[in-house]
């Protein structure tokens, strides 16, 4: 039973894996109340789903910050990061998938003078 945490963005996510029958638990909720998008919910299961484990762990998973697909991206790395600890040998393939590597992607900051990070004000000659 490991506690990983893994992060996407700005959400973090601590997934904890143990022996069971695929039981999903996000935050106190079954995966399919938590997540209302079919695509993040297949994101969340990628690891799982390469490594035939599906049903193998019960998994119960902490997550805060972001939104959506960045809380998904979050839960896949801590998912991975525990597998891989589980069982060694999946450290290839799944390394493979680049379900190992930290998207390291954030938003960029706003500068002074402009709009939002890179749009700048409608221009004007006149």
Do not use: C, H, W
Not at 47 to 71: E, H, K, M, W
């Amino acid at each position: 039973m490991n506690s990983i945490s893994g992060r996407r963005k700005e959400a973090t996510a601590v997934a904890t894996l143990k022996k069971g029958t695929g039981d999903f638990v996000v935050n106190k909720k079954k995966l399919e109340e938590y997540f209302g998008r079919d695509v993040a919910k297949m994101i969340v299961k990628q690891p799982l789903v390469l490594t035939n484990t599906l049903n193998s762990f019960d998994i119960n998973i902490r997550v805060n910050g972001g939104g959506a697909f960045g809380q998904a991206g979050a839960i896949r790395l801590a998912i991975s990061k525990a597998l891989v600890l589980e069982n060694p040998d999946f450290r290839a393939e799944l390394k493979k998938a680049g379900y190992l590597t930290r998207d390291s992607r954030v938003k960029e900051r706003k500068k002074v003078g402009l709009k939002k990070a890179r749009k700048s004000p409608q221009f004007s000659k006149r």
